[in-house]
């Protein structure tokens, strides 16, 4: 077998090209396998343009305005409805935004929700900073249930001094909703629904 000199920087588009297709098959595992575990993945790397959370408001706002869209989708076979109850919102910088979801079941069981989210583009993901979220909980709707969903934020001011975040004028909250194990209490109460007999009215003297 002969040496070929040239082979290792033959080598070197090759093997980056595998590399990265080895990221992305392993992103969509643990997507896939485990939405906590990869919101964790993405809060530790800053992959998906993952946000921030806050205690608090922030302490300075500015006259400067960015648009908030906001987009929603479920995992394939999910039987919820989701939907963003305002599509955009034109926010000061520093506000503090009040926006809502909406969400429901629509099956004839108690369905268990996460929900995962992302921020674009990249770049404004580490100065959208949420407040309070329904995403930070497990969420259950009883069959035929409507839940109003809210999430509070506010972009960070700093946005307006880095490199890249000063030229971001509109930012994309998106949500995606994926079916998790219902509770055992929920199990149970479903269950003890179903063996509750049905009642009719109770009888009165004059139908005796």
Request: aromatic content about 12%; some cysteine.
């Amino acid at each position: 077998m002969k040496f070929n000199p040239f082979n290792r920087f033959e080598d070197g588009p090759k093997r980056t090209a595998a590399q990265a297709v080895s990221v992305v098959v392993l992103m969509g595992g643990l997507a896939w396998a485990s939405v906590p575990f990869y919101d964790w993945f993405c809060r530790v790397t800053g992959f998906s343009g993952v946000t921030g959370v806050a205690a608090a408001g922030s302490d300075e706002i500015l006259d400067q305005t960015v648009t908030v869209r906001f987009d929603a989708s479920v995992e394939r076979d999910m039987p919820w409805r989701f939907k963003p109850a305002q599509r955009e919102m034109e926010v000061r910088i520093g506000e503090t935004a009040l926006a809502f979801y909406e969400a429901t079941n629509t099956s004839d069981v108690p369905i268990a929700g996460t929900a995962s989210y992302n921020v674009a583009p990249y770049d404004a993901g580490g100065f959208f900073e949420k407040i309070d979220c329904f995403c930070f909980e497990m969420q259950v709707l009883q069959p035929g249930e409507t839940m109003q969903m809210p999430v509070s934020f506010f972009v960070d001011p700093d946005i307006v001094d880095d490199r890249e975040g000063q030229y971001v004028h509109t930012i994309t909250l998106g949500y995606t909703f994926h079916q998790a194990p219902l509770p055992e209490e929920e199990q149970q109460a479903a269950l003890d629904t179903r063996l509750t007999p049905a009642t009719g009215p109770v009888a009165g003297p004059q139908d005796q």
